[in-house]
């Protein structure tokens, strides 16, 4: 069954930093732009970086441009999302996710083909 495999959630206070990881399960990412989505309670699913297959360009929404960086281990099959600066309007649930396509936009979820389990960021004040 191809599945990606988020790890990397955790609690952490306002100021810290989390690396979350993506992983390919039977599904080899280099061939996969790779995208990190989050919701927290009550709100929509929001992306919030995501990585190309074609040149491995990146893009950042506006809430964590500057904060998180997006990247990737073809080696390890892995997609990272580094985050620094958490602030509390960082807590949700996590999701990477994997499409083929390389047109629309890297932020809407309907472009992509494969979701992982999603994991817990929760940052305190």
């Known amino acids: 069954q191809l599945q990606l495999v988020e790890s990397g959630g955790d609690s952490v206070q306002s100021g810290g930093s989390l690396r979350l990881s993506c992983a390919g399960s039977?599904?080899?990412?280099?061939?996969?732009?790779v995208g990190w989505f989050r919701q927290a309670p009550g709100k929509e699913r929001e992306g919030v970086s995501s990585i190309s297959k074609d040149d491995g360009s990146t893009f950042y929404s506006n809430s964590v441009k500057g904060r998180f960086t997006i990247s990737r281990d073809n080696a390890k099959n892995t997609v990272y999302l580094q985050m620094n600066s958490l602030n509390p309007d960082d807590t949700a649930v996590y999701y990477c996710?994997?499409?083929?396509?390389?047109?629309?936009?890297?932020?809407?979820?309907?472009?992509?083909?494969?979701w992982g389990q999603g994991t817990q960021v929760t940052v305190s004040s």
């Open positions: 039977r599904l080899t990412l280099r061939y996969w732009s």
């Open positions: 996710a994997a499409r083929l396509g390389s047109t629309g936009s890297v932020f809407s979820p309907d472009e992509y083909s494969y």
